[in-house]
């Protein structure tokens, strides 16, 4: 389904697809990297740096309540 979404230049709806096909073992970055920090094998920090959206992944830190301290000492 992915390798269509890029064939036909509809990459704007691979994110969606991954979204509605979790239960197939599709997983966002978003997600891949929440689950890392939830599982305290990445710091915070780090994913963060290496996530896409940032702004919703700093929702989504401070949501489950994650140290997000090193947001000071960012320029965003």
Same mark, same amino acid.
Request: a positive charge; zero cysteines; aromatic letters at 6%.
């Given at each position: 389904?992915?390798?269509?979404?890029?064939? @036909?230049?509809?990459?704007?709806?691979?994110?969606?697809?991954?979204?509605?096909?979790?239960? %197939?073992?599709?997983?966002?970055?978003?997600?891949?990297?929440?689950?890392?920090?939830?599982?305290?094998?990445? @710091?915070?920090?780090?994913?963060?740096?290496?996530? %896409?959206?940032?702004?919703?992944? @700093?929702?989504?830190?401070?949501?489950?309540?994650?140290?997000?301290?090193?947001?000071?000492? %960012? @320029?965003?």
């Amino acid at each position: 389904a992915i390798a269509n979404l890029i064939r @036909e230049g509809k990459t704007f709806q691979i994110q969606s697809m991954m979204q509605t096909n979790k239960k %197939v073992g599709m997983v966002t970055m978003h997600d891949a990297l929440m689950d890392v920090v939830d599982k305290k094998l990445v @710091e915070p920090k780090e994913a963060w740096m290496k996530s %896409v959206e940032k702004t919703a992944f @700093e929702a989504a830190l401070k949501a489950k309540g994650h140290d997000m301290s090193f947001l000071k000492n %960012v @320029e965003q």
